[in-house]
């Protein structure tokens, strides 16, 4: 057991490998060794990303935030790709299961009634639960080999001395939260929701499926999240042990914990207000381009691996990291920093970011410089960059998530009306969706509900009845699923357009001297609907 690079107001309490082959090393006590690994082995089991009871719902509300910001006036393409659509977030509860009791090993889920962004924010928390399980599949490192970019360090550790128990699934986190099959809210499910959601008539049966969907966005920009943060990217497990009880100044005294993602927790009250800072446009550039969610989260990834120092991964010509001295990582370094008042900083996406410090108590007194590490002011600085970068990349997330719906009306008069509802598919919905459901016809200006009708398989024709309405009055047609409502152009009386749709007209062919089927019918006249 040895404290390591003793600043005068940070010592974290490390476990060497004490075991070797079942025999215990020379000139120990055993002692210290029970009291070694207990410390170590308890440790191992909080690997915390960034802290799922705050931190996680705070960073899900901000992409919300800016997901809603880029629909109504952030971004032009968004902005037309959405414009007929109303994504109430907050009015509608939609019922649906949640994490009643977190847990270490255990949870409890049972049913509750909430809003769509709260499911979201709920996702933030759930994705973690259990503890033990969900954080053994969190970790993603860009520069390993496809396959092996799963976590390894700490639970190779603990594998090799209990090679009985196998407590690395060897799953990371972009595998897990898209579509591994133990994971029930991954990102397929929730889009199966979704699809449900559209196709499903009943609007009861619609917004059970959607609070699956939002659970599951919520649980998936957990993933953006920890994709944002540099030991999620960097295999540093740094796990911590009761941080929260046993700590000095804030720091866990056992374990090896990240100070990034210890100190984050102080820090939520701020990530609303950060989450609106500058953001790299080369990497939104790339994102907005992409269609797929597994694209977007790897390169994320590989954004902050490039960029960022886990405390453990600080290394330079002169420092080795503390972690993986056999594969540094290619970048940062030490090197490409400017040091000044014995911190490291460099530019980031339009930031000035602390990157680590050598400050230590002895500093002043004799001169003496620490072994580099992150501290608070490092922290402070390095999430007021990545905190933007999260809420941004989380945004485009959402752009993918959501279904692109048309509704169009064809003809509208007093007593009829025709139309239909057409997805347009992409890389995450490459089968169409037929909508099926409540018609909601509607008056421009008022929004009030003039009639309603029911559309099947993507179609809708009715009767219904405007009153006095006159041609001077639009209307448009609506639907709704989960507090989405997805509506049509307006459209004034007595609108007639072509529509592409299916007629069926019964009749005797004898009547008309025709006795074989390549015979022609011709019809003329005028038509109107008859329901």
């Given at each position: ?66 997901f809603e910001q880029m629909v109504l006036n952030g971004d032009a393409e968004l902005s037309n790709i959405f414009k007929n659509y109303d994504f109430d977030f907050t009015s509608k509860r939609l ?437």
């Amino acid at each position: 057991i040895h404290f390591c690079h003793g600043s005068g107001y940070r010592c974290f309490l490390e476990i060497d490998s004490f075991l070797s082959k079942g025999t215990m090393k020379k000139k120990t006590t055993i002692l210290p060794i029970l009291i070694g690994f207990a410390g170590y082995f308890i440790a191992l089991f909080l690997l915390t990303s960034y802290g799922n009871k705050r931190a996680h719902g705070n960073l899900n509300e901000a992409v919300l935030n800016r997901f809603e910001q880029m629909v109504l006036n952030g971004d032009a393409e968004l902005s037309n790709i959405f414009k007929n659509y109303d994504f109430d977030f907050t009015s509608k509860r939609l019922s649906g299961i949640a994490v009643v009791e977190a847990g270490l090993w255990q949870i409890r889920e049972d049913e509750i009634s909430t809003n769509a962004a709260n499911w979201i924010r709920h996702g933030g928390f759930s994705a973690d639960e259990p503890e033990l399980a969900a954080s053994f599949r969190h970790f993603y490192d860009p520069t390993q080999a496809e396959g092996e970019r799963y976590l390894k360090n700490q639970l190779d550790n603990l594998l090799n001395f209990y090679d009985v128990v196998n407590f690395n699934p060897k799953v990371d986190h972009i595998e897990w939260a898209i579509d591994h099959p133990d994971h029930a809210y991954n990102w397929e499910n929730g889009k199966y929701a979704m699809e449900l959601a559209i196709e499903l008539p009943n609007p009861k049966d619609k917004d059970a499926e959607m609070a699956i969907a939002y659970r599951a966005l919520g649980e998936t920009l957990h993933l953006i999240a920890d994709m944002g943060c540099p030991a999620h990217v960097r295999d540093d497990s740094h796990p911590s042990a009761f941080g929260q009880y046993l700590n000095w100044k804030g720091q866990p005294l056992i374990g090896s914990p990240d100070p990034y993602e210890e100190l984050f927790e102080h820090l939520v009250s701020s990530i609303l207000g950060a989450s609106s800072g500058n953001v790299d446009p080369a990497l939104i550039a790339k994102i907005k381009s992409y269609s797929s969610v597994k694209k977007i989260a790897e390169d994320f990834a590989v954004y902050t691996n490039a960029n960022y120092f886990s405390d453990q991964t600080i290394s330079g010509s002169l420092v080795l990291p503390r972690l993986w001295k056999h594969r540094i990582q290619p970048s940062p370094l030490l090197d490409d920093c400017t040091y000044q008042g014995h911190f490291y900083s460099t530019n980031i996406s339009g930031h000035n970011v602390l990157m680590c410090t050598d400050m230590s108590y002895w500093t002043d007194k004799i001169g003496y410089k620490a072994y580099p590490y992150i501290d608070k002011t490092c922290v402070q600085s390095q999430a007021a960059a990545l905190i933007p970068q999260i809420a941004a990349v989380g945004s485009h997330v959402m752009r993918i998530y959501f279904p692109k719906i048309q509704v169009n009306v064809s003809q509208i008069t007093n007593q009829s009306i025709v139309g239909e509802v057409v997805h347009q598919t992409d890389f995450e919905y490459p089968d169409k969706l037929s909508y099926n459901g409540p018609i909601y016809v509607r008056k421009v200006g008022s929004d009030k509900e003039m009639a309603t009708i029911n559309c099947e398989n993507g179609e809708f024709i009715g009767q219904i009845n405007l009153g006095n309405a006159n041609e001077s009055d639009h209307f448009y047609a609506e639907i709704e699923f989960g507090g989405i409502k997805v509506k049509s152009d307006p459209k004034p009386l007595g609108t007639y357009e072509d529509f592409d749709s299916k007629w069926e007209f019964a009749y005797d062919a004898t009547m008309y001297g025709l006795t074989r089927r390549s015979d022609t019918l011709v019809l003329r006249g005028s038509f109107s609907v008859i329901p």
